[in-house]
């Protein structure tokens, strides 16, 4: 079982930076890859950046490439998202989500941070 806790959601204003986090409590973070996704009100949740179990991989949204990165600590539990750039379409609740290795589907998800960028 995988307990998910993001952390760092609030407001800030177009053009801003913030930084998610996402403690994870599992034995072992290794055999899990890790991703970000996002849903706006009245919109389908999409994924926004996706980690591979040691880091070496990364995936992005197009919406979101070269103003957020996304990281992880294993020897924290820990996934991160840095957001630069931020726009107000990013406006969104973000939830951090966590896969097993050879799985398809993430199974596990934190309850989701707020963000909301003003213009």
């Known amino acids: 079982q995988v307990q998910l806790v993001e952390s760092g959601g609030g407001l800030v204003q177009a053009g801003g930076s913030q930084r998610l986090s996402c403690a994870a409590s599992?034995?072992?973070?290794?055999?899990?890859?890790m991703a970000w996704f996002r849903q706006a009100p009245g919109k389908e949740r999409e994924v926004v950046a996706a980690?591979?179990?040691?880091?070496?991989?990364?995936n992005y949204a197009d919406s979101v490439k070269g103003r957020f990165t996304i990281s992880r600590d294993n020897a924290k539990n820990t996934v991160y998202l840095q957001m630069n750039s931020l726009k107000p379409e990013d406006t969104a609740l973000y939830y951090c989500?966590?896969?097993?290795?050879?799985?398809?589907?993430?199974?596990?998800w934190g309850q989701g941070t707020q963000v909301t960028v003003s213009s």
């Open positions: 980690i591979s179990w040691n880091g070496r991989s990364t």
């Open positions: 599992v034995r072992t973070f290794t055999n899990y890859d």
């Open positions: 989500a966590a896969r097993r290795l050879m799985n398809r589907e993430y199974a596990y």
